[in-house]
């Protein structure tokens, strides 16, 4: 099984600051199988990226994925008061089919 | 657009079934993966299973001795059948759905609260 695991846990920032979020794999994934979601209280998850580095549909340009191999990131270019929530990451493919990584909960400083 | 619509008891006994079914409006049923994910309360997403429109199914290793995913299609549904629960299942169930090209979960219900209590 591969595991994802996110890093930091949580992120203070304040509006308008970047925003760097990490998710690293237990062993290399493709690029292609990697995706983000947002996730707001009480809300299901919102796909942001997929293949790593594409943004979903609707999903504003200050939001893009990077990564390959083992690490991937998520960087938010400037925060918005919208954008404050959990981000999980997820990859596809083995057993199981889909993992979720812990989530990183961005919060306002 | 594709939506989803999650629907099912909101309170189920320990030892008993849990189902849930999801409603598929808004696109083909043939065209996608169909998953059951849950989220206990405070906790991360935890992926159950999925079925394709055929009935082919895959399972989570770490459930699969309970779990029966289920697909009609005359009815745009899809269902979740959990069984042996205890309160270590309550959680928030979500049904998602993904393109047969995609690698990412495109499409989520609103989510369906499940409590195992007695």
């Known amino acids: 099984e591969i595991v994802l695991t996110q890093s930091p846990g949580t992120l203070s920032l304040s509006p308008g600051e970047r925003a760097t979020l990490s998710c690293r794999a237990s062993q290399s994934v493709s690029s292609s199988s990697l995706a983000w979601y947002q996730q707001k209280p009480g809300q299901a998850p919102r796909l942001l990226i997929y293949g790593a580095s594409s943004r979903g549909t609707g999903i504003p340009d200050r939001f893009s994925g990077s990564g390959s191999g083992t690490d991937f990131t998520l960087t938010i270019s400037r925060l918005e008061p919208e954008d404050f929530a959990v981000y999980y990451c997820?990859?596809?493919?083995?057993?199981?089919?889909?993992?979720f990584g812990p989530g990183t909960k961005v919060d306002i400083k | 657009q594709v939506q989803l619509q999650e629907s099912g008891p909101g309170l189920v006994k320990p030892s008993e079934t849990l189902s849930l079914t999801c409603t598929v409006s808004?696109?083909?049923?043939?065209?996608?993966?169909w998953s059951w994910i849950r989220q206990p309360p405070g906790k991360g997403l935890e992926w159950i299973g999925y079925?394709?429109?055929?009935?082919?199914?895959n399972y989570n290793p770490s459930l699969k001795s309970r779990v029966t995913i289920s697909v009609d299609t005359s009815k745009n549904q899809f269902s979740l059948k959990l069984n042996s629960v205890t309160a270590a299942d309550t959680a928030v169930y979500y049904c998602a759905g993904n393109l047969l090209s995609s690698s990412s979960l495109d499409y989520w219900g609103q989510g369906s609260l499940v409590t195992v209590s007695s």
């Open positions: 079925i394709y429109y055929s009935g082919s199914t």
């Open positions: 808004g696109g083909s049923i043939s065209s996608y993966y």
């Open positions: 997820q990859q596809h493919g083995g057993s199981p089919q889909f993992t």
